[in-house]
């Protein structure tokens, strides 16, 4: 048994290698439409070119391929981009991830995002982002990561965010929106992270949130929500580590049922 084990484990080892190798070569070609798009995105937003980042050629080599990913958990700096290259059999390569953070860029949401339909994360934290979140945010339906913190979007947020059933983590800290969450967010039952600090949005934290069940960070300090905090926070979201609710208008006492929040380590 022994002998044939560890020669099993050689074959993986090289099927593996020569696997792994094939996938990072360049016969595979980004998908042409993707192509257009990202230069379109490129030329409206680079100030000066990115390090390692292919813009003018094959977005999905060099930098785009690397497995590493500090540069998308640098929380204040960084732009980066990744393909998945394995599509019909390893010859078309898809963007999935993005980042363009603190690039001073003013104006809006490109609509060439609409184009890079594989997608599962945005990041486009602290530019001068400003006006509304445009509607068609919800059609980037393979979102599992959005963030838009530190800019300046107003206006109310559209109720087509909640079409992205795929969200893990949402952040829309720090922008100036007004009014009211809306309901049809809480169909993003998928959600562990929702960072709405310092939003501008007032009124209630709506019933609808009580689907949101798999929330682990709560982020809503320095608004103006008003009305209880809400009784389900302590019965519906079980696996809260992290709640913050300070700087706002909530009236009444702080609900006895937090107190079943085993998980909750700060408050
Ligand atoms: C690249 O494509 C060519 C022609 O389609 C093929 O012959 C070759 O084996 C491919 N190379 C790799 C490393 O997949
Ligand atoms: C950039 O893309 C071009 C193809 O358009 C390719 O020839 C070149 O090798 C790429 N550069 C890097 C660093 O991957
Ligand atoms: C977004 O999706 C909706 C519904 O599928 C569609 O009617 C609309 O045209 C799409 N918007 C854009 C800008 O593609
Ligand atoms: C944010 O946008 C508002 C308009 O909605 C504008 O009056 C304000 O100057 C902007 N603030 C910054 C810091 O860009
Ligand atoms: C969301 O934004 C806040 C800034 O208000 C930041 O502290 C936090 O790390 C961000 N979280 C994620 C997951 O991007």
């Known amino acids: 048994m022994k002998p044939s084990c560890s020669k099993c ?67 204040v700096l960084g732009s980066d981009i990744r393909c998945d290259c394995s599509f019909n059999d390893r010859t078309v ?24 339909p594989f997608l599962t994360f945005l990041k486009i934290d602290r530019n001068h982002l400003s006006g509304p979140l445009p509607a068609f945010i919800g059609n980037m339906s393979r979102l599992e990561f959005l963030s838009i913190a530190h800019n300046n979007f107003s206006r109310p947020i559209p109720k087509e965010l909640g079409n992205l059933k795929k969200l893990h983590t949402l ?57 209880k905090i809400p009784d389900f926070i302590g019965n519906n979201w079980p696996k809260l580590t992290s709640l913050r609710f300070e700087g706002n208008s909530f009236d009444g006492p702080i609900p006895s049922g937090l107190g079943n929040l085993i998980s909750l380590t700060s408050l």
């Open 171 to 227: 952040n829309l800290s720090v922008n100036n929106f007004y009014g009211t969450l809306p309901p049809q967010l809480g169909n993003l039952v998928n959600l562990e992270q929702l960072y709405i600090n310092s939003c501008g949005l007032s009124g209630e934290i709506l019933s609808t949130f009580a689907n949101l069940g798999n929330l682990q960070v709560v982020w809503a300090s320095d608004n103006a929500f008003t009305g």
């Open 9 to 75: 484990f050689l074959y993986f080892l090289i099927v593996f290698f020569l696997c792994n190798k094939s996938s990072n070569a360049q016969n595979a070609t980004t998908d042409p439409s993707e192509v257009r798009a990202i230069n379109s995105i490129s030329g409206q937003w680079f100030i000066y070119p990115l390090d390692q980042w292919n813009i003018s050629g094959e977005p999905c080599s060099g930098v785009a391929l690397r497995q590493s990913d500090s540069v998308f958990e640098d929380p």
């Open 93 to 116: 390569c898809h963007i999935t991830r993005l980042s363009l953070v603190g690039l001073h860029r003013q104006g809006g949401i490109p609509k060439e995002l609409l184009d890079l």
